[in-house]
């Protein structure tokens, strides 16, 4: 089973500001992996996979980079509605398919 | 428009059975995995299984192997989640989500239906 694992578990950043998320898979997943931000009693929301190819309707503000066992997403001008738990997942050795533990961004 | 449509929430005992419903509409439910996926109170997500509605394969995670069932019944674009033997642990959000066969991501996703257990 491939682990992920996500940090920080949670990162405070001001509006208008860059957030930095991480995530590194026990093994290698190639680029089979996706990003999904929940908010608060809602589903998940895709929005990155392949690492770095954004869902449809996902703003540019967000972008996602790595390969391997290294992954980032970053989201950039923070908007008030990104404040939100964010979850990795890889689909590359499956299954069982596997999420990160989540990073929770908070407002500064 | 997709939509996924779970079905409401439950109260069961311990021991008990649950079955939950997820029906889709606005694509060809049999061009999609159907995955259900636990999210336990204030915790993360664990994928629990799949099933293939085009020919009824299924796959799951092996800690559900054994209490858990996902069927898809084309005639009315219907997934269901069965989960037995329930224990406090198993109280959670259960939502059922799509993807494109070869590419495991979630595209669409349901509302979740809460399931407590409790004696």
């Known amino acids: 089973e491939i682990l992920l694992t996500q940090s920080p578990a949670a990162l405070s950043v001001s509006p208008g500001e860059r957030a930095t998320l991480s995530c590194r898979a026990s093994q290698t997943v190639i680029s089979h992996l996706a990003w999904y931000q929940q908010k608060p009693g809602q589903a998940p929301r895709l929005l990155i996979y392949?690492?770095?190819t954004r869902a449809t309707g996902i703003p540019a503000r967000f972008s996602g980079s790595g390969s391997g066992t290294e992954f980032t997403l970053t989201i950039s001008n923070l908007q008030s509605e990104d404040f939100a738990v964010y979850y990795c997942q890889q689909y590359s050795d499956w299954p069982p398919i596997t999420f990160g533990q989540g990073t929770r961004l908070e407002m500064k | 428009e997709v939509q996924l449509v779970q079905s409401g929430a439950e109260v069961k005992k311990p021991g008990a059975t649950v079955k939950i419903s997820c029906k889709v509409s606005?694509?060809?439910?049999?061009?999609?995995?159907i995955h259900w996926v636990q999210q336990a109170p204030g915790k993360g997500l664990e994928w629990m299984g799949l099933v293939d509605p085009e020919d009824g394969e299924t796959k799951y995670a092996e800690k559900f192997q054994g209490r858990v069932t996902i069927t898809a019944d084309t005639s009315t674009d219907t997934s269901y989640m069965e989960l037995s033997s329930l224990r406090s642990t198993n109280t959670a959000v259960y939502y059922c989500a799509t993807s494109k066969e070869q590419l495991e991501i979630f595209d669409y996703w349901g509302q979740g239906s809460l399931v407590t257990v409790s004696s």
């Open positions: 606005g694509i060809t439910f049999t061009d999609y995995y």
């Open positions: 392949a690492a770095s």
